[in-house]
């Protein structure tokens, strides 16, 4: 059956052609853009991200806390707690981990830990080649910027391990236990995971560094390695009220949690 014909032309033919003709009349098309999911979560994402990378340079700086104190017990000792410059942001990146796990599952928390190590590995050859570059003759920072953003393979490679192992265990053991009891026992969740994140992660990055850190005997490997982890743990428990305040205040604005919440009750 043939196609009727007006004025010569087939039906479809004018219907195209009154459709461009409206194109035309009304403009172009408005431009399509992806719909962010949620507003809050690349905020927890920038805020990680930028902690791990804040906290490769402020790390650099060795700190004494506490000089006054004198403590020897076996092994361990202590004559002032020896850190380093990002002791008071480092336990931050496990506090968002803990959020993001909590909120997100593990699958969100996943692809915000391998961004991190992307951007890491990222800032790292940057800071390589920007010191590779011949300096200017009148700039006098070479030896100061060598000193602070300078990438020592040895420490790299520790701390990009023990990130990478200890996030993913902290993420992991918190989304296991939340499996087992719900919206319950959040405290057990977050203190379960930190300890076994930040004892993975502390001991790992001081099985590799702690030769280029001038570290040569067990005393005082296990010395650094136990208060290093102990203090670590503690700056996250003393900031649990705020991990808590956070994640109740994700949990009620996010309108999929809420559903999620419906659905399985």
């Not at 902290?170 to 977050?190: F, T, Y």
Request: charged share 15%; aromatic share 12%; hydrophobic share 50%.
């Amino acid at each position: 059956m043939t196609e009727p014909v007006l004025s010569g032309r087939p039906t479809q033919q004018i219907e195209r052609d009154d459709s461009a003709s409206d194109r035309r009349t009304t403009g172009p098309a408005a431009p399509a853009f992806a719909q962010l999911s949620s507003p809050y979560f690349p905020i927890l994402v920038a805020g990680f991200v930028g902690v791990m990378l804040i906290s490769n340079i402020t790390g650099t700086k060795g700190v004494v806390l506490f000089p006054f104190l004198n403590f020897s017990a076996g092994p361990f000792s202590m004559h002032g707690l020896v850190t380093d410059g990002a002791f008071y942001l480092f336990p931050a990146a496990y506090v968002l981990g803990d959020v993001i796990s909590e909120v997100y599952g593990f699958k969100a928390m996943r692809r915000v830990i391998l961004s991190g190590f992307g951007v890491l590995l990222l800032a790292s050859l940057c800071f390589w080649i920007t010191v590779q570059l011949p300096a200017a003759d009148f700039y006098e920072g070479q030896q100061a910027f060598e000193a602070v953003a300078g990438v020592v393979p040895r420490f790299l490679a520790a701390g990009l391990a023990g990130y990478l192992v200890g996030e993913f265990l902290n993420s992991l053991v918190l989304v296991k236990m939340k499996a087992r009891s719900g919206e319950r026992r959040l405290w057990a969740r977050l203190l379960g995971s930190t300890v076994v994140g930040e004892f993975a992660d502390t001991l790992i990055f001081c099985a590799i560094a702690a030769g280029a850190l001038g570290i040569s005997t067990w005393q005082d490997f296990v010395n650094y390695t136990v208060i290093g982890f102990a203090w670590k743990t503690l700056v996250e428990i003393l900031v649990m009220p705020i991990t808590y305040r956070v994640t109740a205040a994700l949990k009620r604005r996010e309108p999929t949690y809420q559903q999620a919440l419906q659905a399985h009750p």
